[in-house]
């Protein structure tokens, strides 16, 4: 069990289950944070130059122009020309003390082994960066810059799933959504070009086309499966040899007569369509070269004599019109042998699909298309007054759900005006129009984009949105998808935040925020890669061997045999051949089991999504993702880490050992593939990841024309050198140094796994040392210990890396300044709460960035940076 740093070795307390259950506790904290200065005491001065002079510079003095002042500008950072500027906010200056304040909070700055500020002096020193370098009000937090987001491909999917009941594969008949911030949910990037608008609007054809009828009656149509089809004295349902798919197979070889009953209830004219396929299996040896005669029948009569020959997979639609009398009728195929020459080997069959019946075709007997009275509740009216009334009341309900909002009158009057021109020409009737207007709904910026408005009588320059964007905005961040009737029905009574502790609860317990889950862990960690990335499981296997030369020598001697012409080959040279392919193709085979398919990275990808989820709906403290006593296993993915005793292909929650490696994100099968090289493992994309994904602080890129790590091991002669000795020849460089001192100890903690994620002591050079010391200070001998580090000594870092990185997701948009002061007072209610996810949900969903935006009249709006409130996109 996982306990908290402070408490650890005595049981955890009590958690909160829920948002609405924590969120009591967490309501003093919220109205002090995100009404009045957090940091700063209220009733405090600002931040003046006097005051600045009198408690900052000497800390900046003391602790940082040693090398960064007095003309000394270590990195091209100079903070005392910055500091002594007459505006601490002028442009430029911001990233700058943005990074101060993330390397003094982390640790890196002042560098391990010189003096560093007092408690108190860094509390100051943050106080000033963020209210007087930057300039934040906590009076009113600056809610930061939105762009109109568009529907990314699964928030679309999902969309028109809720909205219409089609499931539309937007994976294949949209482009990839780009990326912005490691997250496919950014608005700035989230844009359509002409190409993707033409796709949009073949989409919404195709949706529309598929559910919604365009007419009130058509023609009787029953549809049997050809596994109706039976034999005389057959059982009632046929077995599996015969059925597939609920079709029929029939072996050329074989004579077989099948028939099946149709009952019609009108004495009429029906048209029947038989649809047959032709298959072939393989068998080994000569292909099967023969036919068959297959006969149709209806009531005894012929309908069709035909020879059908070795056609692998042709289909075949065969129709016929029968004069029928009320009653049932026979149908029945007959397959006979033809006589051949070649071999019987029974792998040629006849498939019987399906058998369609249409009719009658009297207008009388026409009846209402699937889903008509889904569409169309009522019956269209004869009064044009009135049957443009219900156009518009149709139309003004799909759009109003469609946009996520109610339609204006103005709307609903085009869509209406719309429906009734496509209906009034020639062949075109009233549900083709109301389709052709649903289609322009679809197609409707208002519905690729997502619309924000202003709540009524919310002043100031960050007003509150609406309660139908709040809706919104909760629904593609916990479901990804569109508001339901409960979120709407709030919303149209304007009570949707005084309820909304309530509501974020309901939408956690249904099953459509997995898609949050899914989402979130699937880009944050970059579990989604873990299904594409290259890893050659026999590559890294022969690797982790000890070095053999007798092996080398073969692989040399099988290169110089396969080189030689086969003419010139001894009997000899031929038998030795066969002996070391015999060799390779063994020691391949041992290797199979770990092949790198793709049940076993599905596996690996469930691990990581069943962890975060388990933390997540138990409200369990997010340390677990770091350092946990437990994980998910499947029986292929526990053979891998070597953990006995898990059976079968499910995935389920699996107790570790006292000692064991596993445990956490860090050592799980996805982390460890998608941050390895194709054959082998890497510890600096290792040190990178944790850098990058727990605790907030990459490094800067790479300066071009640097040498590879390859390079460095050629220091050393003779032998081939560790990954540790190369990484240290790497570092030696004096422009590899600084980033490689933070990231290759983190790496070199995870080398006691292969890029598969199999646990080794040894690799190809020799015994492995995951020991090593971060650049903060702490020291650790193995993984266990690194995984401890973090969930202790560094676990405020990755609180704040985590909660930037999930509201980045939540808001669409990258972080700016003023979120400084709101990612702090999240991280603040982390730590109250024991890092439960319940404190960090509810703090995002409360927090200003989430629940306004800026005002029209604001400067950044007026620039253009941002649309108007309430100004749809692409106008009505």
């Known amino acids: 069990m996982i306990r908290d740093p402070e408490t650890r070795g005595a049981p955890a307390p009590s958690r909160p289950r829920s948002f609405r259950a924590i969120a009591p506790r967490l309501l003093p904290l919220a109205i002090l944070v995100w009404s009045g200065p957090a940091l700063q005491a209220v009733g405090e001065e600002p931040w003046s130059r006097d005051r600045f002079e009198e408690q900052i510079l000497p800390i900046l003095e003391d602790h940082c122009y040693s090398c960064h002042g007095l003309g000394i500008t270590k990195g091209g950072v100079d903070l005392e020309g910055l500091a002594a500027a007459d505006d601490w906010k002028a442009a430029g200056s911001q990233e700058t003390w943005l990074a101060v304040l993330k390397n003094v909070r982390s640790g890196l700055m002042p560098p391990l082994g010189e003096p560093r500020p007092s408690d108190e002096q860094e509390r100051l020193l943050q106080d000033w960066i963020k209210f007087g370098a930057l300039g934040i009000d906590p009076e009113q937090p600056d809610p930061g810059r939105v762009t109109v987001r568009r529907l990314n491909r699964v928030e679309y999917r999902n969309t028109i799933r809720d909205l219409i009941g089609v499931d539309y594969d937007t994976t294949a008949e949209f482009p990839p959504d780009d990326t912005g911030h490691g997250f496919d949910t950014i608005g700035e990037v989230l844009t359509i070009s002409p190409l993707l608008m033409e796709k949009y609007i073949a989409a919404a054809q195709e949706i529309i086309g598929r559910v919604v009828p365009t007419t009130s009656g058509i023609v009787p149509e029953r549809k049997l499966p050809g596994s109706r089809f039976r034999a005389e004295g057959e059982e009632e349902e046929p077995d599996d040899r015969r059925s597939r798919r609920g079709s029929r197979s029939l072996s050329y070889d074989e004579p077989k007569t099948v028939s099946t009953t149709v009952e019609v209830p009108h004495d009429a004219r029906y048209h029947l369509i038989f649809s047959l396929s032709a298959h072939e299996q393989y068998v080994a040896g000569q292909p099967d070269l023969n036919s068959c005669l297959v006969t149709l029948r209806a009531d005894g009569e012929e309908l069709l004599r035909r020879e059908f020959t070795r056609q692998s997979g042709a289909s075949y639609r065969l129709e016929f019109d029968r004069d029928w009398e009320a009653g049932p009728h026979e149908l029945s195929v007959e397959l006979e042998p033809v006589e051949s020459d070649a071999e019987q080997v029974g792998s040629l069959t006849l498939r019987i699909d399906e058998l369609t019946v249409r009719g009658p075709f009297d207008e009388k007997y026409l009846v209402r298309p699937a889903n008509y009275d889904r569409f169309f509740p009522e019956p269209v009216p004869d009064d044009p007054d009135a049957r443009r009334q219900y156009a518009r009341a149709l139309l003004s309900r799909f759009a109003s759900r469609a946009f996520r909002r109610p339609v204006g009158d103005e709307t609903a009057d085009r869509l209406a005006d719309l429906a009734l021109a496509v209906a009034s020409e020639e062949g075109r009737t009233f549900e083709a129009g109301v389709a052709q207007a649903m289609v322009a709904v679809l197609a409707s910026p208002r519905f690729l984009f997502r619309e924000e408005g202003i709540e009524p009588g919310s002043t100031g320059p960050f007003p509150l949105i609406d309660e139908y964007a709040l809706a919104s905005r909760l629904s593609y961040f916990l479901w990804s998808t569109m508001p339901d009737d409960e979120l ?16 974020v609860d309901r939408m956690l317990a249904d099953r459509r925020s997995d898609q949050f889950l899914r989402n979130f862990v699937g880009q944050w960690l970059q579990v989604r890669d873990v299904e594409g990335v290259p890893i050659n499981a026999f590559a890294v296997l022969s690797r982790d061997r000890p070095e053999d030369p007798e092996a080398e020598r073969r692989r ?321």
């Open 556 to 876: 040399d001697r099988f290169r110089e045999l396969r080189q030689k012409p086969a003419e010139e080959l001894t009997d000899d040279e031929k038998a030795e051949l066969e002996r070391i392919r015999d060799e390779f193709r063994r020691s391949f085979e041992r290797f199979r089991r770990f092949e790198f398919d793709g049940e076993l990275r599905r596996a690996m990808r469930r691990e990581t999504e069943l962890l975060f989820e388990h933390v997540v709906r138990e409200d369990r403290s997010l340390v677990e993702l770091l350092d946990s006593d437990y994980t998910f296993l499947n029986e292929r993915l526990a053979e891998l880490y070597g953990i006995e005793g898990i059976e079968g292909d499910e995935m389920r929650r699996v107790d570790l050992p006292p000692d064991s490696p596993r445990g956490g994100i860090l050592t799980q099968g996805t982390v460890l593939a998608v941050t390895s090289n194709p054959d082998r493992t890497s510890p600096v994309k290792r040190g990178l990841f944790i850098l990058e994904n727990i605790l907030g602080t990459p490094p800067a890129p790479p300066p071009p024309n640097i040498p590879s790590l390859e390079e460095a091991g050629k220091g050393i002669e003779g032998r081939t050198p560790t990954l540790r000795e190369a990484l240290e020849l790497h570092r030696s460089q004096p422009l590899c140094n600084s980033c490689h001192n933070r990231m290759d100890p983190l790496g070199l903690a995870l080398e006691n796994f292969n890029a598969l994620g199999m646990y080794r002591e040894v690799d190809r050079s020799g015994p492995i040392d995951p020991a090593g010391t971060l650049i903060t200070g702490e020291s650790f001998a193995s993984v266990q210990e690194l995984k401890r580090v973090l969930a202790e000594d560094r676990r405020r870092d990755f609180y704040r890396c985590l909660t930037e990185k999930l509201l980045t997701y939540a808001l669409g948009r990258g972080l700016e300044a003023p979120d400084v002061q709101t990612v702090d007072t999240l991280v603040d209610r982390l730590e109250a709460a024991g890092g439960r996810p319940s404190a960090l949900i509810a703090g995002i969903i409360e927090s200003p960035s989430f629940q306004r935006r800026r005002s029209p009249s604001s400067p950044e709006a007026a620039a253009g940076l941002e649309p108007g409130p309430g100004t749809p996109v692409g106008g009505e």
């Open 488 to 503: 709407f029905r709030l919303a149209e009574q304007g009570t949707l935040r005084e309820n909304l502790a309530a509501q």
